[in-house]
């Protein structure tokens, strides 16, 4: 099983964290893929990471601003959202992801988590905006304690986007963030989400990003806008029992 892990994050013994990629399989169960198949490739992660299965939480993802806040929610109970926060230890939070940018943040001070999906969908939503302000009301979270990672996703490279989708960036003042080439727009999804947590007042030093093209790299991880019909794979982050 290949994992890929974040520097800013393995600097907290109390946490664990991983990325997966396209050889540790797929993690998915809605996109035609055998479901006993996913069932395993979960149970390998679990032992990989030293959790139990059935304490994870991950998410039935709609491309929505919506935060949950984990309280007796697993495996089984997947909740309809886009971010996941919570402060409960030995509970891991999933996001998935096949060209989304998968965002895992960690409150140092309170030692609280969160988990979001942000594509194009989410960062015209700043649903990174609405997780970190939701980490403040239900836990005390100051954005200067906050650390995050942004893991493998679609590269401005790749991303080709139709002139609707400028015109909507444009309305919203991301249009910072559109490339136009020959006659083409493409879409820095990263560049948003890195403007908007240093607007949420995240410290730029805290924010890390994996600069690799999901859709360039399909040797390494799953991309829809390269494959179509494909898995995907997973951040996962949770807070260790050290008691």
């Given at each position: 099983?290949?994992?890929?892990?974040?520097?800013?994050?393995?600097?907290?013994?109390?946490?664990?964290?991983?990325?997966?990629?396209?050889?540790?399989?797929?993690?998915?169960?809605?996109?035609?893929?055998?479901?006993?198949?996913?069932?395993?490739?979960?149970?390998?992660?679990?032992e990989?990471?030293?959790y139990?299965?059935?304490?994870?939480?991950?998410?039935?993802?709609?491309?929505?601003?919506?935060?949950?806040?984990?309280?007796?929610?697993?495996?089984k109970?997947?909740?309809?959202?886009?971010?996941?926060?919570?402060?409960?230890?030995?509970?891991?939070l999933?996001v998935?992801v096949?060209?989304?940018?998968?965002?895992?943040?960690?409150d140092?001070?309170?030692?609280?988590?969160?988990?979001?999906?942000?594509?194009?969908?989410?960062?015209?939503?700043?649903?990174?905006?609405?997780?970190?302000?939701?980490?403040?009301?239900?836990?005390?979270?100051?954005?200067?304690?906050?650390?995050?990672?942004?893991?493998?996703?679609?590269?401005?490279?790749?991303?080709?986007?139709g002139?609707?989708?400028?015109?909507?960036?444009?309305?919203?003042?991301?249009?910072y963030?559109?490339?136009?080439?020959?006659?083409?727009?493409?879409?820095n999804?990263?560049?948003?989400?890195?403007?908007?947590?240093?607007?949420c007042?995240?410290?730029?030093?805290?924010?890390?990003?994996?600069?690799?093209?999901?859709?360039?790299?399909?040797?390494?991880?799953?991309?829809?806008?390269?494959?179509?019909?494909?898995?995907?794979?997973?951040?996962?982050?949770?807070?260790?029992d050290?008691?």
């Amino acid at each position: 099983m290949k994992l890929y892990y974040s520097k800013k994050l393995n600097a907290f013994q109390n946490l664990t964290h991983a990325f997966t990629s396209k050889k540790s399989g797929n993690l998915a169960f809605h996109v035609e893929d055998n479901s006993l198949h996913v069932e395993k490739n979960h149970e390998t992660l679990a032992e990989a990471l030293n959790y139990k299965k059935k304490s994870l939480v991950h998410m039935k993802q709609i491309h929505s601003d919506i935060v949950h806040v984990v309280t007796d929610e697993n495996f089984k109970t997947p909740p309809t959202c886009d971010a996941l926060i919570t402060n409960k230890v030995n509970t891991p939070l999933m996001v998935m992801v096949a060209d989304c940018s998968p965002l895992l943040l960690y409150d140092k001070a309170k030692n609280v988590i969160a988990v979001a999906h942000a594509g194009r969908a989410g960062a015209f939503k700043n649903i990174v905006k609405i997780t970190v302000e939701k980490m403040g009301k239900e836990f005390g979270s100051n954005p200067k304690d906050i650390h995050v990672s942004i893991g493998a996703s679609i590269g401005v490279c790749c991303y080709e986007v139709g002139c609707e989708i400028y015109e909507e960036a444009k309305a919203l003042h991301l249009d910072y963030a559109m490339q136009k080439r020959d006659e083409s727009f493409y879409l820095n999804v990263n560049k948003i989400l890195k403007k908007q947590l240093i607007e949420c007042g995240i410290d730029e030093r805290n924010i890390e990003i994996f600069n690799e093209c999901t859709s360039c790299n399909t040797d390494k991880y799953f991309s829809y806008r390269a494959e179509k019909q494909t898995g995907r794979f997973a951040g996962v982050l949770m807070i260790k029992d050290t008691n």
